[in-house]
């Protein structure tokens, strides 16, 4: 069995306020919203059409706990009638690399993950 303790130093701590963060700009809706905006600029109804499973109400609310946290921002377009569009943030666009880091992790290693299911199913 592989030895799965780690000196002091190395240990991952997550505090309660990176928690929250991680919970609120990590989540399921989130990270299709951000994927969306770093394309770019959507208006709410756009969104709504670009992520079909996402509900009206999770979306307001996503986008509502994105823009609180500085990653996304509202911007109010001067048009008859008045438009209301989304961007990503300077901060938000900071998130891309970690998220894409992540995201290579899991595909190099989903074939050994899906292996481990299987066994545990089993």
């Known amino acids: 069995m592989t030895d799965t303790t780690s000196p002091t130093t190395d ?5 309660a306020p990176q928690r929250e963060l991680l919970d ?13 905006l770093c394309e770019r600029p959507c208006r ?7 992520i079909p499973a996402v509900t009206q109400k999770s979306l307001t609310a996503t986008l509502r706990r994105l823009e609180r946290n500085g990653v996304v921002e509202r911007a109010v377009m001067s048009t008859r009638p008045v438009a209301i569009e989304y961007r990503i943030t300077p901060l938000g666009k900071t998130l891309r690399p970690p998220v894409d880091a992540i ?8 074939p050994a993950i899906e292996e481990a299911r299987h066994r545990f199913d089993d």
Do not use: T
């Open 11 to 15: 240990r991952f701590e997550i505090d």
């Open 24 to 36: 609120q700009v990590l989540d399921k809706w989130s990270l299709q919203v951000l994927n969306e």
């Open 44 to 50: 709410f109804s756009e969104l709504r059409r670009l």
């Open 103 to 110: 995201l290579a992790w899991a595909r190099e290693h989903l």
